[in-house]
């Protein structure tokens, strides 16, 4: 399956994703995040080139676990924003349509795992288990 990404969409990941992964890795402020949801963004990075091919539901999984990650931080980040100075500042409005574009793909994300598990259970005639989605590859 293939997960269609906009440029903004794309570049609002790629920055909030390494701006988070660089602030884990050694930043002023300690990133207090699950170490899978980290490594899975981490490893999502270097795939923001374009749309994103996504094979099995194990890959969705670990791209929505990072994807619930950013979109967590992007929000208090949005949040802090708005309440530093006002809903119209400039940072406000910036960090908005940070988290609104990560957001969309988020959403889209969970959308393509509930196919791609109703797909596997199809197939198979039971739900997806750790095996099935390891294993079963969407072309």
Do not use: W
Not at 50 to 58: K, N, R, S
Not at 62 to 89: C, Y
Not at 113 to 138: N, Q, S, W
């Amino acid at each position: 399956m293939i997960l269609y990404c906009n440029f903004e969409e794309l570049a609002a990941v790629s920055a909030g994703g390494n701006r988070l992964v660089a602030m884990a890795i050694g930043g002023d402020h300690p990133v207090l995040a699950p170490p899978q949801a980290l490594a899975d963004l981490e490893a999502l990075l270097p795939r923001l080139i374009g749309d994103i091919e996504v094979a099995t539901l194990q890959d969705q999984r670990a791209l929505e676990r990072a994807l619930e990650l950013l979109v967590t931080d992007l929000g208090t980040r949005m949040d802090e924003a708005i309440l530093a100075e006002h809903a119209a500042a400039e940072d406000a409005v910036l960090a908005y349509f940070d988290y609104a574009h990560v957001r969309s793909v988020l959403d889209r994300v969970e959308r393509m795992g509930a196919k791609m598990e109703g797909i596997i259970e199809l197939a198979t005639g039971v739900p997806a288990d750790e095996e099935t989605a390891r294993t079963f590859i969407f072309d």
